[in-house]
């Protein structure tokens, strides 16, 4: 920890203009003796356990930041170096002549130290490795091939899964520091290889695990940014595209945007920007307005665009402009009707014909034919909404299940109402409680007789209801014999008229 803030220090008063920070400066030689003492008083590794290999790193990581900096030779440092316990070559003098000599010395240093680390827990040492190999003023794919190399074999897996594991004596909120360090670092390298399937893999890594990073909106707007420009560059999708949609009318874009959405809705349609177009919406969803979405809906709306300039234009259908020229003025969809001019000035059913005062004279009713008024000027140009809303509408659109067709043994089977209930039927009378007419009653007649003597038919149940009913008026009570009214009723004896009427004998004994 001494030997930390020594450099701390000394790398704060160089570029302090401060003249007190530069007379407290410590000296490079404080710095290095920090490091040489702890590597000294660090405890020695026994059968059981690992060595501990902080300070033999941290003594490579300065004296090669010396060396940059201009403050230490080369000799010098490699000198320095093979004088420590895990020293290559078992500490043998190597001579370093330039730069070029430098880095193969150095990256032979910091394997020998990963060897003895068996558990890998040192992931600083891999990602020295990996910034000596990797030039970021000037990346090239060779460079960034083996600085990914480096990360695949403990830092970051196949599958982007990140393992920088925290030691016990670590400080708090280091794990973070490291954590955005090598995910932006990733993120650059597969920038340079054009590697979108793990760029992919890596954005949703980092939005799952959000807290372990210290600056999580810095380091997820880095992961967007890569990944949107990744998409692009895979499809070849220039920036504005979407300028196309202000100057085509509403409903050309309708008509258009219908036709492919329904060519999007078939699984088997493929198109780079399809693809791009997919994969854009799926980080809309996953970024949830972690960032705000405007480099997404740009990306959204240029893939939208070339789907609509390169597969919608060669769609089947009718020409857009052919159903424009038969709308009315009204709303879209409507169809002229195509009517002489003629017939509807001087026909029959003319206006003129039919719009008269009281004594017949004509009264004159000017006449506006549909379409001979110059229409509304439609409206061009889309809004960056409506763009928005129709893309991610035919992306996330589920087609409709098909419906299960029943067999035939297992629909129920609707009985038909007999003829009976059926108003106004001609089948057979349903009901048989109809009394039958008495021999002694008179013929019923069907109708009143017309001039001619014949019966006119009866009335069907359908006409006016204006009609006479049917039904015969009740007789009277004095003309009808009770006999007849009460057939059941057992006569007395010596009962000669009604059983109200005068001379009523007793009753006959039984």
């Not at 420590?84 to 078992?90: H, S, W």
């Not at 997820?220 to 595209?241: K, V």
């Not at 409506?386 to 589920?398: G, P």
């Not at 004095?478 to 059941?488: A, H, L, Q, R, Y």
Request: net charge negative; charged share 30%; with cysteine.
């Amino acid at each position: 920890m001494l030997g930390k803030c020594l450099w701390k220090m000394y790398c704060k008063a160089g570029d302090d203009h401060d003249p007190r920070s530069k007379e407290t400066k410590p000296s490079m030689e404080d710095v290095l003796r920090a490091f040489k003492n702890a590597i000294k008083t660090v405890p020695k590794p026994n059968n059981r356990s690992e060595p501990i290999l902080e300070p033999h790193y941290k003594i490579v990581s300065i004296v090669h930041k010396l060396f940059k900096r201009g403050d230490m030779t080369l000799q010098a440092a490699a000198d320095l170096l093979q004088e420590q316990p895990y020293a290559v070559d078992k500490g043998e003098r190597v001579t370093i002549e330039d730069e070029d000599d430098w880095e193969p010395f150095l990256l032979r240093t910091l394997r020998h130290l990963r060897d003895k680390d068996k558990q890998h827990w040192h992931h600083r040492m891999i990602s020295r490795v990996a910034n000596i190999l990797y030039d970021f003023d000037e990346p090239d794919y060779v460079q960034a091939s083996a600085a990914r190399h480096e990360f695949r074999e403990s830092i970051f897996t196949k599958t982007m899964h990140i393992m920088v594991w925290k030691p016990d004596a670590e400080r708090p909120g280091r794990h973070c520091v490291y954590m955005e360090r090598y995910v932006r670092f990733m993120i650059n390298i597969l920038s340079v290889l054009n590697d979108k399937t793990n760029m992919e893999a890596l954005v949703r890594r980092v939005r799952k695990k959000s807290n372990e990073f210290h600056r999580f909106e810095i380091v997820w707007t880095d992961c967007c940014t890569s990944y949107l420009r990744l998409i692009r560059r895979t499809a070849e999708i220039p920036t504005g595209m979407d300028e196309v949609f202000k100057s085509i009318s509403t409903e050309e874009y309708d008509i258009f945007s219908d036709r492919l959405t329904a060519w999007i809705a078939d699984p088997r349609m493929t198109h780079p920007a399809l693809d791009a177009l997919r994969e854009t919406i799926d980080l809309k969803k996953l970024n949830s307005n972690a960032i705000k979405p405007a480099p997404i809906d740009d990306l959204i709306g240029d893939c939208w665009a070339a789907l609509y300039i390169q597969v919608a234009k060669g769609l089947p259908g009718p020409d857009p402009a052919s159903l424009q020229e038969n709308q009315t003025d009204g709303p879209p969809g409507a169809i002229r009707s195509i009517i002489p001019k003629s017939s509807l000035v001087n026909g029959p059913m003319s206006l003129n014909n039919l719009v008269m005062d009281m004594n017949g004279t004509q009264i004159p009713v000017p006449i506006t034919l549909a379409g001979s008024e110059p229409s509304r000027p439609r409206k061009i140009g889309i809004s960056r909404r409506e763009i928005l809303r129709r893309a991610e509408l035919a992306i996330n659109r589920v087609p409709d299940p098909p419906r299960a067709i029943a067999p035939a043994s297992a629909r129920p089977r609707v009985s038909e109402p007999p003829s009976a209930m059926i108003l106004g039927s001609n089948a057979e009378p349903a009901s048989t409680n109809v009394s039958t007419p008495r021999a002694d009653a008179p013929p019923a007649t069907t109708g009143p007789e017309n001039g001619d003597g014949n019966e006119s038919e009866r009335g069907s149940l359908h006409d006016s209801a204006d009609d006479e009913s049917d039904l015969s008026d009740p007789p009277d009570m004095d003309d009808v014999e009770s006999s007849s009214i009460f057939p059941n009723l057992v006569r007395r004896e010596g009962q000669v008229g009604s059983s109200g009427g005068e001379g009523a004998s007793t009753p006959a004994k039984e």
